[in-house]
């Protein structure tokens, strides 16, 4: 099994910037996928941006320009700046993993953007 622990995250006014990290502890070999997805109120969780352990990333259309993925295979870590917030960005932000034999959730972090 694969362990995912957020952090980050909180409240910021629209136009600000936002950093998220995501920690990967256990079996993690071969190629996965780690990401983000996010999941506002009365919406389905949606992808947000992922990135692949040969560096390879992709985004939502809707970020894509404001949010930067990058990953440290060393430290089975994966990050998400975002910034140029906008009200719509607000949601539970979830960290993803994926290889082929596991697939984990991290908790989750609220991420708000209002003024």
């Known amino acids: 099994q694969v362990q995912l622990v957020e952090s980050g995250g909180g409240l910021v006014q629209p136009g600000g910037s936002l950093r998220l990290s995501c920690a990967a502890s256990?079996?993690?070999?071969?190629?996965?996928?780690m990401g983000w997805y996010r999941q506002a109120p009365g919406k389905q969780r949606e992808l947000v941006a992922i990135?692949?352990?040969?560096?390879?990333?992709n985004y939502a259309p809707s970020v894509k320009g404001r949010f930067t993925i990058s990953r440290d295979n060393g430290k089975n870590t994966v990050n998400l700046q975002m910034n140029s917030l906008k009200p719509e960005d607000t949601a539970v932000y979830y960290c993803?993993?994926?290889?082929?034999?596991?697939?984990?959730w991290g908790q989750g972090t609220q991420v708000t953007v209002s003024s």
């Open positions: 256990g079996s993690i070999v071969g190629f996965n996928v």
């Open positions: 993803h993993f994926a290889s082929k034999a596991f697939t984990s």
């Open positions: 990135i692949n352990n040969n560096g390879s990333p």
